[in-house]
Structures are given as C-alpha cells and as structure tokens.
C-alpha cells in the first residue's frame, strides 16, 4: 500500500459537485461545490465556530443566543461552499444568505463534507440524491432495528 492510497488533506481541499434538489426532492440542474470538512478552509472555520458558540452561550438572551448560535453554524458550512451553478454572483455573502434561506442545506452540505469517500474517489462523482447523502435517515434507522431485532431474535432461539 502507498502513502498515496490514504485519504490526504490534498483531496480534502478539492471540491465536489453537491447537487440541489427542490423541497419535493427533484433534482435540479444547478449544484453548489462544496469542500471536505477535512479542508483547511473549514478547519479555520470550525476553529472560529467553537469560539462563536462559546461566546454565544454567555448570552442570556435566549433569542440573540438562537442567532449568534445559527450565524455560526452557517458561517462554518458556508466556508465548505467555494462555488455553484446559480444564477446569482457567488461571494460568501450571497452563500450565507442561502443558507440562512433553506437551512437544511446547512445539514445536508454537514454530512456530504463528512463523506470522505466523496472527496477521495477519482472524478468524485456526485450523490445521487440529495437524501441519499444522508446516513441518518429515518428510513435507515427503522431498517437497522429491524435487522437488529430480527437478529437479537435469532440469538435468542440459538442460545435456547
């Protein structure tokens, strides 16, 4: 095995195609290319996060708590963002605003930058749908505790 076989900051600082999807869940021609949370960018970002939330929960104001908490959130994964395919000029403010539009993207663009076989195949293809990058979805946890109870069941019809 080469050193080179190993996911590398290198790969993490190149971006991927994410793909955008109406709230129905149809694809759309237009994606964002996003960064790994490997990245140096995001590092950085994360570094000042940590240090946003830390301030943000001194304030005893429950509401300017929620938005020092949610601007942070959204400045970290808009340092994930370094281009896309919509119509309106790309600089991070611009990014922000849509974050702060659609926030599930903040979540969704989270778990795709933590896919670091997206990052590390060559060409790095794309998700196939914006659900699909999510490992958490609840139709997965169900199937998981079905395969985990019909497997607990099985020991237990072993072991009798």
């Known amino acids: 095995m080469k050193a080179s076989d190993f996911y590398t900051r290198e790969k993490g600082n190149k971006g991927v195609k ?4 109406t709230p129905e869940g149809i694809v759309t021609e237009h994606y964002l290319e996003i960064l790994s ?4 960018a995001f590092q950085m970002a994360q570094s000042e996060m ?5 301030t943000a929960n001194l304030e005893k104001d429950k509401e300017k708590r929620f938005e020092l908490v949610r601007e942070a959130k ?8 370094i281009g896309w395919s919509l119509e309106d000029d790309f600089n991070q403010e611009a990014v922000k605003e849509l974050l702060v539009e659609a926030p599930q993207l903040v979540d969704q663009i989270d ?3 933590s896919n670091r076989a997206l990052f590390f195949a060559s060409g790095s293809k794309p998700s196939s749908t914006g ?4 490992s958490n979805s609840t139709k997965s946890r169900k199937g998981a505790r079905k395969r985990s109870a019909s497997n607990s069941s099985r020991s237990k019809k072993q072991q009798a």
């Open 18 to 21: 994410f793909p955008l999807y």
């Open 37 to 40: 949370v490997d990245s140096d």
């Open 50 to 54: 940590l240090r946003d939330l830390a």
């Open 74 to 81: 959204v400045t970290a994964a808009a340092a994930l963002i």
């Open 111 to 113: 778990r795709a930058a």
């Open 131 to 134: 659900l699909a990058v999510s």
